[in-house]
């Protein structure tokens, strides 16, 4: 079951995005799309170039980085251009005029990379 | 795309042509794809009523030639020309995307279907070039080292082989790279060393050791990267290995890329007269966005550290032809020569460019080109039509069929259709961390016997594979392509792709 939290440091009025957020001990970096906001590892898994500058396409289902330009699903965070490459991607929602968000769904990303997902 | 008919004048161009020392306003004539007469006697070269091309205005050179580029493979492009005759380049070498186990996929694929012509740089590695990933430092991914192959496939294919790839990078110490100066030695192509980037590879001492294997005639490429192993020691004073060799007669190469040219270190470079004698873009689709973009567009960069016009136009047309033996064909407008020619502007102004670390400077000319010939065929340009999303950006269509499925042919879907029960009692799945080119391998067997018992060509059989995966044409080694898609989804999509044929039976 996903558990939210609140998300510090960002406000859906005034920052500017995509933007850092704090999710329990963890930085995330969050996209506003035109599907809602989703949330990603501040750094690309290619070669750790912050993600703030990636881009948002194919209809705000992806980004892309800005410096070697891998693409990433926002949806399970699976590499498009670069197979075999994972973005950690994480729910994120607003509620009453706040972000919440929440960890990894840990069973799906699992379930997208073919890996074995362990018992409960 | 207008044709030109067979005899034009060319009038009133800057011709920029180091090869014949020329640089300054002369004609060209042009008849039957050829370059028939340059200067004042170029008008009475042409019978009567032949066109003449105005170009005043602008600098005309010899077609550029870029021999480091990325067409086939999984660095490489949906319309190769994109990066070529469409922006002013008129040859290029295709760096290392091919390896000998599937130089025959590359040949069916590129050999002739460009108007830009498309040389071979194949890397040593049987696959060639696996990924975005670079795991070409695991020893496994040379495999078996098929000598006899590479001497067979030359015989078949004269010509059209320039250079052998290797790369300066591994843990197994110098044999790699021996092995590949005396594989180059026995197929007659010079060396061509990757220094430079290593993606998540440990340096090895060995990088250094490619300047010492290099003999006379050898390239070196991604001159200067800033990653580790660079060619400034400590106290960026460039290294003595690398001036032996350069007095040696080792050509350095650019090799701009997505990884491998610093700004800094370029200038420390330049400050000791450390300077190109080739320059190449490395093209690829995770720089063709930026900051390469165009060979075009990184050429400013070196006029801007201190290269004159003529040095730089010489570094993409005469020295890279001679440097791969192509000096008959590439790089000088010299009567009888192919018209292979580009038309280009400089522009002035302020322009920013980028290193490939996100460092960037202002310089103040930039490269425009304006126009292309190739054989003597006029073909407009566009440097942006490379940058379209189904151009570079190679995604298996997991949640639907291509709309180039529907444009198969009844052969094609018959080589799909005996193409799934041959994979049927294959098992695989894709992992970076271990990639198994053993069944990638065994994977393109597969492929390769279906079209074979189909009695298709391998390239209609090629084409039917991508055209079931993949939204855009790319030419993918087709073992690696399987690889890469999950079982049951790639049994499933020949079956449905294949059903129609069957229907139509
Ligand atoms: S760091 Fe993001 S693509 Fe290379």
Redesign the pocket.
């Known amino acids: 079951m996903t558990e939210w939290q609140i998300l510090e440091g960002i406000d859906p009025a005034t920052s500017e995005f995509p933007a850092e957020a704090t999710l329990g001990c963890e930085t995330i970096l969050v996209f506003r799309t035109a599907n809602g906001y989703r949330g990603t590892e501040p750094l690309?898994p290619?070669?750790?170039?912050p993600l703030k500058t990636a881009v948002l396409m194919s209809g705000d289902t992806m980004i892309r980085?800005s410096?070697?330009?891998?693409i990433f699903r926002l949806d399970g965070g699976a590499g498009v251009n670069c197979t075999g490459m994972r973005l950690t991607t994480y729910p994120v929602r607003e509620v009453d005029g706040r972000l919440e968000g929440a960890l990894p769904d840990i069973e799906d990303q699992a379930r997208q990379t073919g890996a074995v997902v362990p018992a409960p | 795309m207008i044709g030109i008919g067979s005899a034009t004048v060319l009038k009133g161009g800057h011709l920029v042509d180091p090869s014949q020392g020329i640089d300054r306003v002369a004609d060209i004539a042009v008849v039957g794809g050829r370059v028939a007469a340059v200067g004042p006697e170029a008008a009475a070269s042409v019978p009567e009523g032949a066109e003449t091309i105005d170009l005043s205005g602008h600098y005309v050179s010899p077609g550029w030639f870029d021999i480091h580029i990325h067409a086939y493979g999984t660095l490489g492009f949906a319309d190769p020309d994109s990066i070529g005759i469409r922006q002013g380049v008129t040859s290029y070498v295709d760096a290392g995307g091919p390896g000998i186990g599937v130089m025959d996929e590359f040949a069916a694929l590129l050999g002739g279907h460009t108007v830009t012509d498309l040389y071979a740089g194949p890397y040593i590695r049987p696959m060639g070039i696996i990924g975005a990933q670079f795991i070409e430092g695991d020893i496994r991914s040379l495999m078996n080292f098929p000598v006899t192959q590479w001497v067979d496939f030359m015989a078949d294919h004269p010509g059209l082989v320039r250079y052998l790839k290797v790369a300066a990078l591994g843990s197994y110490g110098t044999g790699p790279l021996k092995m590949g100066k005396g594989l180059a030695e026995i197929i007659g192509v010079p060396l061509y060393g990757h220094i430079g980037e290593y993606q998540h590879q440990p340096v090895d001492p060995c990088v250094y050791e490619i300047f010492n294997i290099s003999q006379p005639g050898d390239i070196i490429t991604h001159l200067y990267h800033a990653n580790d192993g660079p060619v400034l020691d400590e106290d960026s004073r460039v290294l003595p290995v690398v001036r032996d060799a350069e007095r040696r007669g080792v050509l350095f190469d650019v090799g701009f890329g997505a990884f491998n040219f610093g700004w800094d270190l370029a200038e420390k470079c330049f400050a000791q007269d450390l300077r190109p004698h080739i320059i190449s873009s490395d093209l690829q689709q995770f720089n063709v966005l930026g900051p390469v973009k165009s060979l075009a567009n990184i050429l400013g960069i070196f006029l801007h550290l201190g290269m004159s016009l003529d040095e730089v136009i010489d570094t993409i047309t005469h020295i890279p032809a001679k440097a791969l033996g192509l000096e008959d064909r590439i790089g000088s407008l010299a009567p009888g020569m192919p018209a292979d020619i580009t038309v280009f502007d400089v522009e002035e102004g302020e322009f920013e460019a980028f290193d490939t670390y996100a460092v960037s400077r202002r310089i103040g000319r930039r490269f425009a080109p304006v126009l292309a010939f190739k054989h003597g065929v006029r073909y407009e340009i566009d440097m942006e039509l490379c940058q379209d999303e189904r151009n570079w950006m190679m995604q298996i269509a997991e949640d639907h069929i291509p709309e180039a499925a529907a444009r198969l042919s009844g052969r094609q879907r018959e080589f799909l259709g005996a193409l799934r029960p041959a994979l049927e009692p294959h098992r695989w799945t894709y992992s970076l961390d271990d990639m198994d080119l053993a069944t990638a391998t065994a994977l393109q067997g597969v492929v390769h016997a279906a079209a074979r018992r189909t009695g298709i060509p391998l390239r209609d059989a090629l084409m039917a594979l991508y055209g079931a995966f993949l939204d855009s044409p790319f030419t993918i080694q087709s073992g690696l392509l399987l690889l890469q898609i999950d079982r049951d989804l790639a049994l499933d999509r020949l079956e449905a792709v294949a059903r129609d044929c069957r229907a139509a039976a």
């Not at chain 1, 290619?46 to 170039?49: E, G, S, Y």
């Not at chain 1, 410096?67 to 891998?70: E, P």
């Open positions: 690309c290619h070669q750790k170039v980085c410096r070697h330009h891998f």
